[in-house]
């Protein structure tokens, strides 16, 4: 997606990114980036809070015209969760000792049903 | 709020955790994410609130309604659709996205087409377009930008757009 806002601002057109994956966009370098430091999923706002939805969209219209140089970044000042904020961070997609094996497991899996196929489509001709 | 101390960041990142994932479920090659030390920029030219704005997104739109009016025809190329098509929600179960914490029935949690609208009718902005526009995530850089970005660059021309939001979820 970043990479599409690179090419319509090469093109003359104004963009800004409204996201919450800070390292990816930042990364692959976008002119305006609005931050809200949320889970994935929902970049402008809590589910039915209008209100936040209404800031965040504000913020992102802001950004449009007032930033003056690329790699513009505002962060919103929401928190996803007040009293365990760190709890979503740490859950996606962890890899500890809990779950090491299941992963291996489920990656085996995965390759074996992908080779399945493979092969089977290679029967068909 | 009181001051805090931490030994890392604070904010996820997902390039490091996607790495340290696949790879603890087997697959040694890590993603190769886009990196630019170079940033294109253009400044807005003309007021905001006679500017027309287009929204881009990740999500895949079902075509259930009205499959002339939309743009774009399998399911993994950039589309463009009507905004009033899209307000009973668009699909997002195969995209990346944290499906424990949160879920995306609200659509303007991702696609603000209501408060942009809201927006027009305070006079912030001119207007939002009518359609809005969608570019499925693609592991290849070559077909987001080779492919995908123009297709999206000429539907944003077509409807004569002067800034473009784009979201991805």
């Given at each position: 997606?970043?990479?599409?806002?690179?090419?319509?601002?090469?093109?003359?057109?104004?963009?800004?990114?409204?996201?919450?994956?800070?390292?990816?966009?930042?990364?692959?370098?976008?002119?305006?980036?609005?931050y809200t430091?949320?889970?994935?999923?929902?970049?402008?706002?809590?589910?039915?809070?209008?209100?936040?939805?209404?800031?965040i969209t504000g913020t992102a219209l802001d950004l449009l015209e007032r930033a003056w140089e690329p790699r513009t970044t505002v962060q919103t000042p929401f928190i996803w969760d007040a009293d365990s904020n760190d709890d979503?961070?740490?859950?996606?997609?962890?890899?500890?000792?809990?779950?090491?094996?299941?992963?291996?497991?489920?990656?085996?899996?995965?390759?074996?049903?992908?080779?399945?196929?493979?092969?089977?489509?290679?029967?068909?001709? | 709020m009181a001051a805090d101390r931490r030994t890392h960041r604070s904010h996820v990142s997902y390039i490091d955790k996607s790495r340290n994932y696949y790879g603890a479920q087997g697959?040694?090659?890590?993603?190769?994410?886009?990196?630019?030390?170079?940033?294109?920029?253009?400044?807005?030219?003309?007021?905001?609130?006679?500017?027309?704005?287009?929204?881009?997104?990740?999500?895949?739109?079902e075509r259930k309604v009205d499959k002339a009016a939309v743009a774009g025809s399998a399911t993994k190329e950039p589309y463009a659709a009507r905004c009033d098509d899209a307000l009973g929600g668009l699909y997002n179960k195969d995209l990346f996205w944290d499906k424990?914490?949160?879920?995306?029935?609200?659509?303007?949690?991702?696609?603000?087409?209501?408060?942009?609208?809201?927006?027009?009718?305070?006079?912030?902005?001119?207007?939002?377009?009518?359609?809005?526009?969608?570019?499925?995530?693609d592991y290849s850089h070559r077909r987001t930008s080779r492919r995908d970005a123009p297709q999206i660059l000429e539907f944003a021309q077509e409807d004569e757009l002067d800034a473009v939001i784009l979201v991805p979820l």
């Open positions: 997606m970043s990479l599409v806002a690179r090419h319509l601002e090469e093109a003359g057109l104004p963009t800004v990114v409204m996201g919450s994956a800070r390292d990816i966009v930042e990364e692959c370098g976008v002119s305006r980036f609005v430091d949320f889970p994935l999923g929902n970049p402008v706002g809590k589910p039915d809070d209008v209100e936040m939805q209404m800031a979503w961070r740490e859950h996606f997609m962890k890899v500890d000792d809990t779950n090491r094996e299941a992963l291996a497991a489920a990656g085996d899996q995965r390759r074996a049903a992908q080779a399945d196929a493979k092969a089977e489509g290679r029967n068909r001709g | 697959y040694p090659q890590a993603y190769q994410w886009s990196y630019n030390h170079d940033v294109p920029f253009t400044p807005l030219t003309k007021p905001l609130n006679e500017c027309r704005i287009g929204l881009v997104t990740t999500s895949f739109f424990d914490t949160t879920h995306t029935d609200d659509l303007d949690t991702y696609l603000p087409i209501n408060r942009l609208r809201e927006l027009a009718e305070q006079g912030r902005i001119g207007s939002l377009a009518e359609r809005f526009y969608g570019v499925p995530t």
